[in-house]
């Protein structure tokens, strides 16, 4: 994946009202939302880029704790530094299909030099320990008897699949270890490194990859296919989104049909995985 990952700050910004709230969850600001007294489980979401502040993903969250089955926690695993809404303000017209040429180059020629400033802050090592530590926090204070799932997008995706490799697994009061999540989904997962980031993994995983991502190759879902296919793992599957431009599960285009297919698929395919296994 490119560095700079122009991609990964374009789409749509959706319209709606989120139901939930924030407050300080295990040491960082959380966006709540849910059956906060007799929830099935806990899922914990990982947002692409720009984090709490774009609606769509407080509109992804209440989407999935919407049955009442779930308490959804949307951590602000970017600790207040999310990839400015400016800069999807500049990305994301309300008519791409109408905007010029000239002013699509203007837009990503401005923004490309903060978003890589933007990542040299947010590196993979402290990104991940940040992750990790809520997790931990989370699985300690978590009765045994209700799982956690852990749904990730984009930037999120990796960092979801990480949270299940048995490298991460706790020690729980001496005893047995235990993975820091249940299950696992993941859609248009970027900068993934393999075959580290999907070899141990000890927890099943769902996959959701776009037929047209110029980011995130659907050559990624073969090459980890394999790995699986070589390794003692649990359950894995792949679903493949089209046209499943990057960013599909977040930021698609609710007003073209196959966009709003591909944002209502992808809910459906977490909330049966998640219905599935925890």
């Given at each position: 994946?490119?560095s700079?990952?122009?991609?990964?700050?374009?789409?749509?910004?959706h319209?709606?009202?989120?139901?939930?709230q924030?407050?300080?969850?295990?040491?960082?600001?959380t966006?709540?939302?849910?059956?906060?007294?007799?929830?099935?489980?806990i899922i914990?979401?990982?947002?692409?880029?720009?984090?709490?502040?774009?609606?769509?993903?407080?509109?992804?969250?209440?989407?999935l704790?919407?049955?009442?089955?779930?308490?959804v926690?949307?951590?602000?695993?970017?600790?207040?530094?999310?990839?400015?809404?400016?800069?999807?303000?500049?990305l994301?017209?309300?008519?791409?299909?109408?905007?010029?040429?000239?002013?699509?180059?203007?837009?990503?020629?401005?923004?490309?030099?903060?978003?890589v400033?933007?990542?040299t802050?947010?590196?993979?090592?402290p990104?991940?320990?940040?992750c990790?530590?809520?997790?931990?926090?989370?699985?300690?204070?978590?009765?045994r008897?209700?799982?956690i799932?852990?749904?990730?997008?984009?930037w999120?995706?990796?960092?979801?699949?990480?949270a299940?490799?048995?490298?991460?697994?706790?020690?729980?009061?001496?005893?047995?270890?235990v993975?820091?999540?249940?299950?696992?989904v993941?859609?248009?997962?970027s900068?993934?490194?393999?075959?580290?980031?999907?070899?141990?993994l000890?927890?099943?995983v769902s996959?959701?990859?776009g037929?047209?991502?110029?980011?995130?190759?659907?050559e990624?879902?073969?090459?980890?296919?394999?790995?699986?296919?070589?390794?003692?793992?649990?359950?894995?599957e792949h679903?493949v989104?089209?046209?499943?431009r990057?960013?599909?599960?977040?930021?698609?285009?609710p007003?073209?049909?196959?966009?709003?297919?591909?944002?209502?698929?992808?809910i459906?395919?977490?909330?049966?995985?998640?219905?599935?296994w925890?």
């Amino acid at each position: 994946m490119d560095s700079s990952c122009n991609e990964c700050i374009k789409g749509s910004i959706h319209k709606g009202q989120p139901v939930g709230q924030e407050e300080v969850i295990h040491g960082l600001n959380t966006y709540v939302t849910g059956n906060r007294t007799s929830a099935r489980g806990i899922i914990v979401m990982y947002t692409d880029v720009f984090g709490l502040a774009l609606p769509n993903n407080k509109l992804i969250a209440d989407a999935l704790a919407k049955s009442g089955e779930w308490l959804v926690y949307m951590p602000d695993f970017f600790k207040g530094d999310p990839v400015p809404l400016k800069m999807a303000d500049l990305l994301i017209p309300v008519d791409a299909a109408n905007q010029s040429t000239l002013c699509k180059y203007t837009g990503l020629l401005a923004s490309a030099p903060s978003f890589v400033l933007w990542m040299t802050r947010h590196k993979a090592g402290p990104t991940d320990k940040t992750c990790m530590d809520f997790l931990r926090s989370l699985r300690r204070a978590t009765p045994r008897t209700q799982k956690i799932g852990m749904v990730g997008f984009c930037w999120g995706g990796r960092y979801a699949i990480r949270a299940g490799l048995t490298s991460n697994m706790l020690e729980m009061d001496g005893a047995e270890k235990v993975p820091l999540v249940d299950a696992v989904v993941a859609l248009h997962p970027s900068n993934m490194i393999l075959p580290d980031d999907v070899a141990a993994l000890s927890v099943p995983v769902s996959y959701g990859w776009g037929q047209e991502d110029t980011q995130v190759s659907i050559e990624m879902k073969g090459k980890i296919e394999k790995i699986h296919a070589s390794a003692a793992v649990p359950e894995m599957e792949h679903k493949v989104y089209k046209p499943g431009r990057h960013g599909f599960a977040v930021r698609g285009n609710p007003d073209d049909p196959q966009e709003r297919a591909c944002l209502e698929d992808s809910i459906t395919q977490i909330l049966t995985w998640f219905g599935k296994w925890l």
